[in-house]
């Protein structure tokens, strides 16, 4: 399968650090091959960097390497390149819809939007609150939601 004919995920969170990272290494644990995957930040305070060191731990517990993973910034030509831009929270989907160009292709919505349950589609920021297990247990749930509500061979 190459990259163009799978469905195309950029994931999204404020620094590209914690949240995006741990869920691109966990959606390309789950999904293999299925999925072509990129994560980046709002903001470029981090852009080159690897992801912070405890969510990197935690994710290294769960199975999950996220050891290779750099930060960026999202950018203009993110919304041509991906098929499905998802935001860790709502701050980060209204900063991701102020950047979206007119007539872009890609679906911008909140990465656990895919759960339907109310009040529960934000991942909290484990930079601030210090519960990156709990996170990665809302980071794994979605995953699993998400996966499960792509088309086969799509």
Known sequence: MTGSDRPRLLLV????????????GVLAS???ERL???????????????????????AARRGY???G???RQVTASDFA?????????RQNLADLEALCPDGSRARVALFLEALGEPGGSEVPDPYFTGD???ALSLIERGARALLSGLRPGR
Not at 13 to 24: D, H, K, T, V, W
Not at 49 to 54: A, D, N
Request: glycine share 10%.
């Open 30 to 32: 789950m999904a293999g």
């Open 81 to 89: 390149a991906f098929d499905l831009i998802l935001a860790m929270d």
């Open 36 to 58: 072509f995957l990129d994560s980046a930040g709002t903001a470029g305070w981090h852009a080159g960097k690897p992801p912070h060191p405890p969510m990197v731990r935690a």
């Open 69 to 71: 993973l750099r930060a």
């Open 132 to 134: 990156y297990d709990g």
């Open 65 to 67: 390497d996220l050891s």
């Open 13 to 24: 969170c404020l620094g590209n650090i914690c949240r995006s990272p741990a869920a691109e």
